[in-house]
């Protein structure tokens, strides 16, 4: 490297200009280029490249340049010559420069390509001029356009900037570049290389009237560039750089007063729907005392403490929560034991080793059994084969119960519709309402995605996601209860009070044998309303002041077991019937 190039490498080049002077004072970017040439790998003479590449800017008032290109370009068979225009850059996330061509037309004085083309990247323009057929040897194209946006205000002054020759794909051997301008120019500078290369070109300075900047450069690899630099007193075009908002993420979702708008007025509008549809489809109807008559059952003055006149377990557990749950079948479950349909033993761990209990089926005409009643039973007493058993183990239920579960549950449902609590389903109607707030949510995600990618309005679809969201949350609760549904949930929740209290009313005239099957009666209810272990105290209590009682009725123990362990016994079964109900059978 010589002295002078390594000077220039460690400090940028200072032109001075005196006055009249046609020439710089001082230049080190010829060392450079002398470099850059001996750098760069010999060329056969009759290689494609661009032999010369002359450019004239001719600044004008709104900014607008007048661009003329004169190009020699050394063909080689091909009928196309191709240059890239850096026509955007990201200035910041949501916020582009721009630089606009128009105006394009090519000529040629001895038959060179002009008919031209452009195309369009994310950061630049490519324009190639093509001809009619292969072409060889050297020929000259004229290429003109209009350039806006390269001239921006600086401060008191404007700026011109622009890649004014280069962006080939081919070498150049030579590149210059004028700018003519209408006021004296303050000052120029020029840059070769890759865009926003600090490297200066081998040349550049202004006439002795400083109306003219001359900018040049030998040697340019391919996609290098030759960018002009020339500042212009205050006013000399009315020029400013063009800004596109971009369109990102950050844009698509941007909040302002427009879409913050939007997106309350239809949050407010899609959340008041979903209200409105709760409103009218989804409460149940209203029951007070003069309206009873309406249902089956009185209305409840003070605290009753009989369930309501026929209503079993498992209704009331659909009832309450408008859902047939494991625990509403368990309750059943104890309920057919009670009346008498099932037999609970309780297997003796130490023997077993384990805690388990056998259900055994009762010779008792099943005509009183409501359909869901009957279905559970012979889904507890018929076997894997199909065959009817007359004893099944808990543990056995475990894995293969769960398919027969659906079944009774489903029948549960028909069951309380069937009594006119509900006009549909409680299932099927939460089922609509839920994939209809799902398919909404889908719509919003679709209508979301297709506005963030299009517009600056995807707020909007989140309304819709929003929306969504709530109808299938608020699909649980549409279910709504009939005036006669009602009417027996009012007495029930009497009923569930008097359970949660555990206290045994005043039954001196009533004998322990009846106190056991009055208590135990209630129990099912218990299981359902979560107080097993409260009310299953009150059954051991009746129990104990039963002469020489150690069993109920329809639950047996094992060898010295009393009824002092009954209510950890049914805490104990309850649970584990729930589990094995509700098992389902690994693969």
Same mark, same amino acid.
Not at 171 to 185: K, Q, R, S, Y
Not at 237 to 252: F, L, M, N, Q, S
Not at 414 to 428: E, I, L, Y
């Given at each position: 490297?010589?002295?002078?190039?390594?000077?220039?490498?460690?400090?940028?080049?200072?032109?001075?200009?005196?006055?009249?002077?046609?020439?710089?004072?001082?230049?080190?970017?010829?060392?450079?280029?002398?470099?850059?040439?001996?750098?760069?790998?010999?060329?056969?003479?009759?290689?494609?490249?661009?032999?010369?590449?002359?450019?004239? #800017?001719?600044?004008?008032?709104?900014? /607008?340049?007048?661009?003329?290109?004169?190009?020699?370009?050394?063909?080689?068979?091909?009928?196309?010559?191709?240059?890239?225009?850096?026509?955007?850059?990201?200035?910041?996330?949501?916020?582009?420069?721009?630089?606009?061509?128009?105006?394009?037309?090519?000529?040629?004085?001895?038959?060179?390509?002009?008919?031209?083309?452009?195309?369009?990247?994310?950061?630049?323009?490519?324009?190639? /001029?093509?001809?009619?057929?292969?072409?060889?040897?050297?020929?000259?194209?004229?290429?003109?356009?209009?350039?806006?946006?390269?001239?921006?205000?600086?401060?008191?002054?404007?700026?011109?900037?622009?890649?004014?020759?280069?962006?080939?794909?081919?070498?150049?051997?030579?590149?210059?570049?004028?700018?003519?301008?209408?006021?004296?120019?303050?000052?120029?500078?020029?840059?070769?290389?890759?865009?926003?290369?600090?490297?200066?070109?081998?040349?550049?300075?202004?006439?002795?009237?400083?109306?003219?900047?001359?900018?040049?450069?030998?040697?340019?690899?391919?996609?290098?560039?030759?960018?002009?630099?020339?500042?212009?007193?205050?006013?000399?075009?009315?020029?400013?750089?063009?800004?596109?908002?971009?369109?990102?993420?950050?844009?698509?979702?941007?909040?302002?007063?427009?879409?913050?708008?939007?997106?309350?007025?239809?949050?407010?509008?899609?959340?008041?729907? /979903?209200?409105? #549809?709760?409103?009218?489809?989804?409460?149940?109807?209203?029951?007070?005392?003069?309206?009873?008559?309406?249902?089956?059952?009185?209305? /409840?003055?003070?605290?009753?403490?009989?369930?309501?006149?026929?209503?079993?377990?498992?209704?009331?557990?659909?009832?309450?929560?408008?859902?047939?749950?494991?625990?509403?079948?368990?309750?059943?479950?104890?309920?057919?034991?009670?009346?008498?349909?099932?037999?609970?033993?309780?297997?003796?761990?130490?023997?077993?080793?384990?805690? @388990?209990?056998?259900?055994?089926?009762?010779?008792?005409?099943?005509?009183?059994?409501?359909?869901?009643?009957?279905? #559970?039973? @012979?889904?507890?007493?018929?076997?894997?084969?199909?065959?009817? !058993?007359?004893?099944?183990?808990?543990?056995?239920?475990?894995?293969?119960?769960?398919?027969?579960?659906?079944?009774?549950?489903?029948?549960?449902?028909?069951?309380?519709?069937?009594?006119?609590?509900?006009?549909? !389903?409680?299932?099927?109607?939460?089922?609509?309402?839920?994939?209809?707030?799902?398919?909404?949510?889908?719509?919003?995600?679709?209508?979301?995605?297709?506005?963030?990618?299009?517009?600056?309005?995807?707020?909007?679809?989140?309304?819709?996601?929003?929306?969504?969201?709530?109808?299938?949350?608020?699909?649980?609760?549409?279910?709504?209860?009939?005036?006669?549904?009602?009417?027996? #949930?009012?007495?029930?929740?009497?009923?569930?009070?008097?359970?949660?209290?555990?206290?045994?009313?005043?039954?001196?005239?009533?004998?322990?044998?009846?106190?056991?099957?009055?208590?135990?009666?209630?129990?099912?209810?218990?299981?359902?309303?979560?107080?097993?272990?409260?009310?299953?105290?009150?059954?051991?209590?009746?129990?104990?002041?039963?002469?020489?009682?150690?069993?109920?009725?329809?639950?047996?123990?094992?060898?010295?077991?009393?009824?002092?362990?009954?209510?950890?016994?049914?805490?104990?079964?309850?649970?584990?019937?729930?589990?094995?109900?509700?098992?389902?059978?690994?693969?």
């Amino acid at each position: 490297m010589s002295a002078l190039a390594a000077l220039c490498r460690l400090r940028p080049v200072v032109l001075a200009l005196a006055a009249g002077s046609l020439l710089p004072l001082a230049t080190c970017a010829s060392a450079a280029a002398g470099e850059r040439a001996a750098a760069l790998p010999r060329r056969a003479a009759d290689a494609e490249r661009v032999l010369q590449d002359d450019v004239a #800017l001719a600044p004008g008032k709104g900014g /607008v340049i007048r661009v003329k290109e004169t190009i020699v370009y050394q063909f080689a068979g091909h009928s196309t010559l191709q240059r890239t225009f850096p026509t955007r850059t990201h200035e910041s996330i949501t916020q582009d420069r721009v630089h606009e061509l128009g105006a394009l037309r090519a000529t040629s004085p001895d038959g060179g390509p002009t008919r031209v083309s452009t195309s369009t990247g994310d950061t630049d323009t490519t324009v190639k /001029v093509t001809g009619s057929g292969k072409l060889t040897g050297r020929h000259t194209v004229v290429l003109e356009y209009d350039l806006r946006g390269a001239i921006d205000q600086l401060g008191s002054a404007e700026e011109l900037r622009w890649p004014a020759a280069g962006g080939w794909r081919v070498p150049v051997d030579e590149a210059t570049a004028t700018v003519d301008a209408t006021a004296m120019i303050r000052s120029v500078n020029c840059f070769a290389g890759p865009l926003k290369s600090t490297i200066g070109c081998t040349q550049y300075y202004t006439n002795h009237a400083h109306t003219q900047g001359v900018y040049s450069q030998r040697e340019m690899l391919p996609g290098e560039y030759l960018t002009v630099v020339a500042g212009l007193p205050p006013g000399t075009t009315g020029g400013r750089a063009i800004y596109e908002r971009r369109h990102t993420v950050a844009t698509a979702f941007s909040v302002n007063a427009v879409t913050g708008g939007v997106l309350l007025g239809l949050l407010v509008l899609l959340g008041g729907g /979903v209200a409105v #549809l709760y409103l009218l489809r989804g409460r149940d109807a209203r029951v007070v005392g003069k309206h009873a008559s309406v249902g089956d059952q009185a209305p /409840v003055v003070g605290a009753e403490f009989e369930p309501p006149n026929g209503v079993r377990p498992g209704q009331i557990g659909t009832l309450i929560d408008e859902q047939a749950d494991v625990i509403d079948v368990t309750a059943t479950i104890v309920d057919l034991a009670v009346r008498g349909y099932l037999l609970i033993e309780e297997e003796d761990r130490a023997s077993t080793g384990r805690l @388990d209990w056998t259900l055994r089926r009762l010779d008792r005409p099943v005509v009183d059994l409501l359909p869901y009643e009957r279905i #559970l039973l @012979d889904a507890l007493m018929t076997g894997r084969d199909g065959a009817p !058993r007359d004893a099944v183990k808990l543990s056995e239920l475990g894995g293969t119960f769960a398919t027969k579960l659906a079944q009774v549950r489903a029948a549960m449902y028909d069951d309380v519709v069937k009594q006119g609590w509900f006009a549909r !389903r409680p299932d099927t109607v939460r089922s609509r309402w839920t994939v209809s707030g799902i398919a909404l949510t889908v719509l919003g995600v679709a209508a979301t995605v297709a506005l963030a990618l299009t517009t600056e309005w995807a707020l909007a679809g989140l309304a819709l996601i929003i929306a969504g969201a709530a109808l299938a949350y608020g699909g649980q609760y549409m279910p709504a209860k009939t005036a006669r549904g009602s009417t027996v #949930l009012a007495h029930t929740i009497g009923f569930r009070a008097f359970l949660e209290r555990g206290v045994i009313p005043d039954a001196e005239h009533t004998a322990s044998q009846q106190r056991i099957a009055l208590f135990s009666r209630f129990l099912p209810y218990a299981v359902v309303f979560g107080v097993v272990p409260k009310w299953a105290e009150t059954v051991k209590d009746a129990g104990e002041r039963a002469e020489g009682a150690d069993n109920l009725y329809w639950y047996e123990g094992p060898a010295e077991w009393d009824l002092s362990n009954f209510a950890e016994s049914m805490r104990t079964f309850t649970l584990a019937t729930s589990g094995s109900i509700s098992q389902s059978r690994g693969l």
